[in-house]
């Protein structure tokens, strides 16, 4: 499996607190993932849950969701090389 390098995540970093920067940040990866099947399938994932926050309003499940979101995140960033 490809580990991203580098350059890769500075770029991916410079997305954080800019307008779209989750979007962009998931466009990008999906890109660079673009022929490693499992990958993209927990890149899906974590973007439909990501998704799926504007539009839960049920306090128990937005929560539950918004946990999740953050462990699946946690491990699809350690699983590509991502690190802060």
């Known amino acids: 499996m490809y580990i991203l390098n580098e350059t890769e995540i500075n770029k991916l970093q410079e997305l954080k607190g800019t307008r779209g920067g989750s979007d962009r ?3 990008m990866i999906e890109e660079i993932y673009s022929n490693d099947a ?3 399938a927990d890149i899906h994932k974590c973007r439909e849950m990501k998704d799926s926050l504007d539009w839960i309003e049920s306090w128990p499940a937005h929560e539950k969701t918004k946990n999740m979101y953050y462990e699946y ?3 699809l960033l350690e699983k590509i090389g991502y690190h802060k």
Do not use: R, W
Request: aromatic share 22%; no cysteine; net charge negative.
């Open 73 to 75: 995140m946690d491990e």
């Open 38 to 40: 499992e990958t993209m």
């Open 25 to 27: 940040f998931f466009d």
